[in-house]
């Protein structure tokens, strides 16, 4: 069964300083991995996602994320945080050889971005 | 942009009571799911449904649960008689599973309070 650790409860930076949120899965196969962003009082909103090709991926907001088969990561990586950045991250695998469609999630991490 | 929807935003209720959550899906999305979040826990898997039918559920999805598509909109959770440990956040989700590698789009929740 597929599983997501993202190690870190919170993450802190200063605003203007980059950002990285870690996210390590497990898996039978090759996954297909995401990124969601959570505001207060609203729901998961999707950032990024490696599906195959080019291991660095791009997203919204300015987010991008590596793809490392070799460590079994996908970081999620910003070069300037923003204030409003302040948001609790989820990462999530999916594994295609499972045959199922569900999502499994981290705990997710807080970031916290200093003015 | 469509988005997911979910009513009601908040629900209290007395164990024991049945409550129905609902939900309305992107509208041109083919596959949905609910997820819950209990309060410092990870996001879980409940159900996911397709072509009228669930196509796969997860072991907390037990016979006090029920999903249904009563009509083209609506994507509804019932829980037959609620315990203390269904608290939780719920999220409804949907994707078009016309797309490799689809991602889920989340609507904002229902928090669920059992009494």
């Known amino acids: 069964a597929q599983s997501v650790a993202q190690p870190e409860d919170q993450v802190n930076v200063a605003e203007g300083n980059p950002l990285t949120v870690k996210c390590t899965y497990s898996?039978?196969?090759?996954?297909?991995l995401f990124w969601y962003v959570q505001y207060p009082n609203r729901g998961l909103q999707f950032l990024l996602k490696y599906i195959t090709g080019d291991n660095l991926v791009k997203g919204s907001y300015g987010f991008e994320a590596e793809f490392n088969k070799s460590q079994t990561s996908f970081h999620l990586k910003k070069p300037s945080a923003l204030v409003s950045d302040s948001a609790l991250y989820f990462c999530a695998v999916r594994d295609p050889a499972d045959g199922n469609n569900r999502l499994a999630f981290g705990k997710g991490n807080q970031v916290v971005v200093i003015p | 942009e469509p988005e997911v929807t979910q009513t009601p935003s908040h629900q209290v209720t007395q164990m024991g009571q049945e409550v129905i959550l609902r939900c309305v899906p992107i509208?041109?999305?083919?596959?949905f799911y609910w997820y819950r979040q209990i309060l410092g826990q990870k996001v879980e898997f409940l159900v996911s449904?397709?072509?009228?039918?669930?196509?796969?559920k997860s072991e907390i999805f037990d016979d006090q649960f029920s999903v249904e598509r009563p009509d083209g909109s609506n994507f509804t959770l019932k829980i037959r008689s609620t315990k203390l440990e269904d608290s939780a956040m719920y999220f409804c989700?949907?994707?078009?599973?016309?797309?490799?590698?689809?991602?889920?789009?989340f609507g904002p929740g229902t928090r669920l309070t059992v009494t």
């Open positions: 509208s041109n999305h083919l596959y």
């Open positions: 989700a949907s994707s078009d599973q016309g797309r490799l590698g689809y991602e889920q789009y």
């Open positions: 449904f397709y072509n009228n039918e669930i196509s796969e």
């Open positions: 898996v039978s196969g090759n996954p297909y």
